[in-house]
């Protein structure tokens, strides 16, 4: 359809939800992305290859979350396992920091995280986009 540069953001950690799913991470759904996200890099390159002048950048969430989970100072947060709202209706409880937190609630990330995705991803690291950075993409002619 005439698309030529494609920013695509791979599968994250699927299987670690804070409470009230569960804050253990289910490693088969984890694997399953694993899986998926493995096969990514080749199908992209394959297609590249394929189709002249196609370029693209995978950001890669499974690897940026890791990341984070494992040390969430060195990225400005404080928790990466609880949720900052609690579900409870028809009363709602939210944290007094939620910049300090990775999940909003039980299944969405909060501002801050999803600027801090954002940013991995346009300008880097380069371990966490694939060939290159969305900023790289955005600018090749």
Known sequence: MGA?????????????MPPPYRYECDQSLNDNATSFDAALKPLMAGLAS???GLSYSIGDFYGFTTA????????GL?????SC????YPDWTYCYNPDAYW???????????????????Y???PQFTFPITFKALLEKK
């Open 123 to 125: 300008y880097g690291p």
């Open 103 to 121: 999940f909003w609630d039980p299944e969405f990330m909060t501002d801050r995280a999803a600027k801090l995705t954002a940013a991995a991803f």
């Open 85 to 88: 709202s609690e579900w409870g």
């Open 68 to 75: 984070v989970f494992a040390n969430p100072s060195n990225y």
């Open 4 to 16: 030529r540069k494609l920013a695509i953001v791979n599968v994250g950690l699927i299987g670690c």
């Open 50 to 52: 394929k189709m002249s």
């Open 78 to 82: 404080v928790n990466t396992r609880d």
